[in-house]
């Protein structure tokens, strides 16, 4: 199967060479991997150059954008900059972070998820950071969902569920777009992917509501973000998050904020939360 990588990037000198090494060296080769530089003020272009000189299918793009970094919408718009300068002639593509080690076999087994059930719509393995001289699992999220730092998804369902949305919460519809088109959602625990920046460590402070803001548009309603976000809260060891993303939460509703989702879509979604939810309680 034949797969391509965009990765978004700002300020990624320090990162930027361990992940296209990384990448050159899987035992499935990508056939395209598009880095967009974006808005950097650092040598993170003439390090994807130097790659691009030796790697014919490493390419680069550069964009200009508010250098002020939201988690959601400035990295999803670089994504699209970049994915719209490929071609079709891809059976996966693949959103990668510019932080990151991948083990030399991940797409390789990756790709063989993907032919082991057609109805495999997206595949990922897990987020380790460096702890004390250790990579431990990042543990931010449940083990069925994938970070959105390394989202493989298939062509079909890429298309279906409309790509990527420029929001915080892109990396949550995607996956429960996904199950409500019935595409299956794998992780692979045995894919240790090494984080080499903590999630969210360059965003503004101004992001604090977002959460909240994105579990609005999810369609989640309050009680549901009342659990995610007193979850969420707990798994960053921040309680006071939890008043942030509550706050998000109704600063979105009252400004009527554009959903992420359909009415239909967002019904299901707030069953299928219910649905795992009592899950775990019972």
């Given at each position: 199967?034949?797969?391509?990588?965009?990765?978004?990037?700002?300020?990624?000198?320090?990162?930027?060479?361990?992940?296209?090494?990384?990448?050159?060296?899987?035992?499935?080769?990508?056939?395209?991997?598009?880095?967009?530089?974006?808005?950097?003020?650092?040598?993170?272009?003439?390090?994807?150059?130097e790659f691009a000189s030796k790697f014919p299918f490493i390419t680069l793009v550069n964009k200009?954008?508010?250098?002020?970094?939201?988690?959601?919408?400035?990295?999803?718009q670089a994504f699209q900059a970049g994915f719209e300068t490929l071609d079709e002639n891809y059976d996966l593509i693949v959103k990668a972070d510019a932080d990151l080690i991948f083990p030399n076999n991940y797409f390789e087994n990756i790709i063989t998820h993907f032919q082991s059930d057609a109805k495999i719509g997206m595949a990922g393995g897990f987020a380790y950071i460096e702890k004390n001289g250790e990579f431990i699992l990042e543990n931010l999220t449940d083990k069925d969902h994938i970070r959105g730092a390394f989202k493989a998804y298939r062509k079909a369902t890429f298309k279906q569920i409309g790509g990527l949305r420029p929001a915080m919460g892109w990396d949550t519809v995607d996956e429960l777009l996904c199950k409500f088109y019935n595409w299956k959602v794998v992780t692979d625990i045995t894919l240790k992917v090494k984080h080499l920046k903590p999630t969210g460590a360059n965003y503004n402070k101004t992001a604090r509501f977002k959460q909240g803001e994105a579990f609005y548009t999810l369609g989640y309603g309050f009680w549901i973000t009342a659990i995610a976000s007193a979850k969420l809260a707990l798994m960053k060891k921040k309680p006071l998050l939890f008043l942030d993303y509550i706050q998000g939460f109704w600063m979105a509703k009252k400004n009527n904020k554009t959903m992420l989702v359909t009415t239909e879509q967002a019904n299901f979604i707030r069953n299928y939360r219910l649905k795992k939810i009592k899950e775990k309680l019972f």
């Amino acid at each position: 199967m034949r797969y391509y990588i965009v990765i978004p990037s700002h300020n990624e000198e320090a990162f930027i060479a361990l992940t296209l090494q990384s990448l050159v060296e899987q035992t499935v080769l990508p056939s395209n991997i598009v880095v967009v530089n974006d808005n950097s003020t650092d040598n993170t272009a003439a390090i994807v150059l130097e790659f691009a000189s030796k790697f014919p299918f490493i390419t680069l793009v550069n964009k200009t954008s508010d250098a002020i970094h939201l988690p959601g919408s400035k990295v999803i718009q670089a994504f699209q900059a970049g994915f719209e300068t490929l071609d079709e002639n891809y059976d996966l593509i693949v959103k990668a972070d510019a932080d990151l080690i991948f083990p030399n076999n991940y797409f390789e087994n990756i790709i063989t998820h993907f032919q082991s059930d057609a109805k495999i719509g997206m595949a990922g393995g897990f987020a380790y950071i460096e702890k004390n001289g250790e990579f431990i699992l990042e543990n931010l999220t449940d083990k069925d969902h994938i970070r959105g730092a390394f989202k493989a998804y298939r062509k079909a369902t890429f298309k279906q569920i409309g790509g990527l949305r420029p929001a915080m919460g892109w990396d949550t519809v995607d996956e429960l777009l996904c199950k409500f088109y019935n595409w299956k959602v794998v992780t692979d625990i045995t894919l240790k992917v090494k984080h080499l920046k903590p999630t969210g460590a360059n965003y503004n402070k101004t992001a604090r509501f977002k959460q909240g803001e994105a579990f609005y548009t999810l369609g989640y309603g309050f009680w549901i973000t009342a659990i995610a976000s007193a979850k969420l809260a707990l798994m960053k060891k921040k309680p006071l998050l939890f008043l942030d993303y509550i706050q998000g939460f109704w600063m979105a509703k009252k400004n009527n904020k554009t959903m992420l989702v359909t009415t239909e879509q967002a019904n299901f979604i707030r069953n299928y939360r219910l649905k795992k939810i009592k899950e775990k309680l019972f």
